[in-house]
């Protein structure tokens, strides 16, 4: 194909070539040539191949570990999350991008929350993001309520971490937000029917009572306050 572009266009070309060496072993090669006419006919082709073997299979196995990567935040059960200084998004997980009704990451990246919310409330996130990039000091396991695209309101547990570089200067920061409304809704129904318990047992026609092991009393009802 190289040979034959060179050929129609007369223009130097060039590319990666899979070749296989006399000994058998499988190599990458990067080909230049240069056609060769003589009275306006191709006569020939001059060129140079470099052995690049070991920068395809590098780039090979940073590929692999990237998609295996996307493959692991894709599956957390919570939402992950890159920001850059300007705290817009370059990296979204699934969980996000459901989290804010996106059927791909590119509707979310390269926006901010201001893209999203209100501006008085996308400020106190983008005050936050900023706390934790101007202090390099993470945020962990804040409790957060959040409204969802579709009204609902969700509880969450968020962490942001800063991002640096290999000189420690921050990039961005990364987060990573677990939703807890199911707990949350428990916790309330748990409360809701310790209460009923308590205005049942203070409403008994008798005296109510649990005793420790050291016969100290740790609940009593209204009779026996009386």
């Known amino acids: 194909n190289m040979v034959r572009k060179a050929v129609i266009t007369g223009e130097?070309?060039?590319?990666?070539i899979p070749l296989v060496t006399a000994k058998g072993k499988d190599i990458w090669v990067l080909a230049a040539g240069q056609p060769i006419r003589k009275n306006g006919v191709f006569i020939g082709?001059?060129?140079?191949?470099?052995?690049?073997?070991?920068?395809?299979?590098?780039e090979t196995k940073t590929k692999e570990s990237e998609e295996l990567l996307?493959?692991?935040?894709?599956?957390?059960?919570?939402?992950?999350?890159i920001k850059d200084l300007e705290s817009r998004k370059i990296l979204v997980n699934k969980s996000e991008c459901d989290f804010f009704g996106?059927?791909?990451?590119?509707?979310?990246?390269g926006k901010s929350m201001f893209d999203f919310y209100p501006k008085e409330e996308a400020q106190k996130y983008r005050n936050?993001?900023?706390?934790?990039?101007?202090?390099?000091?993470?945020?962990l396991?804040?409790?957060s309520t959040h409204v969802k695209k579709d009204g609902s309101i969700s509880s969450y547990l968020t962490s942001k971490i800063p991002l640096t570089d290999s000189e420690g200067k921050?990039?961005?920061l990364i987060g990573f937000s677990l939703d807890i409304s199911m707990v949350k809704q428990k916790e309330i129904e748990l409360k809701e029917s310790e209460h009923l318990l308590r205005t049942l047992v203070d409403n008994l026609p008798l005296n109510v009572y649990i005793k420790d092991l050291e016969s100290r009393k740790i609940l009593v009802n209204q009779s026996e306050c009386d």
């Not at 936050?128 to 945020?139: F, G, H, P, R, S």
């Open 128 to 139: 936050e993001d900023l706390e934790v990039m101007n202090t390099n000091t993470a945020i």
């Open 70 to 81: 996307r493959k692991l935040i894709d599956n957390l059960p919570l939402n992950v999350f």
């Open 141 to 143: 396991s804040k409790e």
């Open 12 to 16: 130097q070309v060039s590319g990666r």
């Open 102 to 109: 996106a059927k791909n990451p590119e509707e979310i990246l």
């Open 45 to 58: 082709l001059i060129g140079t191949c470099q052995d690049i073997t070991d920068i395809v299979t590098a």
């Open 170 to 172: 921050v990039t961005g």
